[in-house]
């Protein structure tokens, strides 16, 4: 599953839509699952090993410049404290499914977890 520089799980949120972040839209959504942004500075996000650079983009939000894999909208989720934790995968709220998602682009529907075994690192500065 997609992975931070640090090893945060990245997820995605069932009611966004390709290149459309409803998320953002609450202050409530938002403070529950941060979206991953680009630093100041920084242009385009960075592939890690595993990760089709391709699939990258970005699209503007309140926060900056949020990371997009394969067009969806990325978010972190407060209730992880570890690297390599999913705990928000699975939850229902804000108008859909919280799901981790595979390198290839597809969303992985099943329970959570608290360990990933193979995490897809994206490197960069975020």
């Given at each position: ?5 640090t ?7 069932s009611a966004?839509?390709?290149?459309v ?11 529950a ?24 983009s ?39 499914v919280w799901?981790?998602m ?7 529907n ?17």
């Amino acid at each position: 599953m997609l992975v931070d520089s640090t090893g945060r799980t990245l997820y995605i949120l069932s009611a966004d839509q390709q290149h459309v972040a409803t998320c953002l839209r609450s202050a409530q959504c938002a403070a529950a699952w941060p979206p991953l942004t680009l630093p100041t500075g920084t242009t385009s996000p960075v592939a890690g090993t595993g990760i089709t650079n391709a699939m990258l983009s970005t699209l503007d939000g309140p926060s900056g410049r949020q990371v997009t894999y394969d067009g969806w909208p990325l978010y972190r989720f407060v209730g992880d404290s570890a690297p390599g934790e999913a705990l928000g995968q699975g939850i229902a709220n804000f108008g859909g499914v919280w799901m981790t998602m595979a390198a290839s682009g597809t969303p992985v529907n099943r329970p959570s977890s608290t360990t990933s075994t193979s995490p897809a690192p994206m490197n960069g500065n975020y």
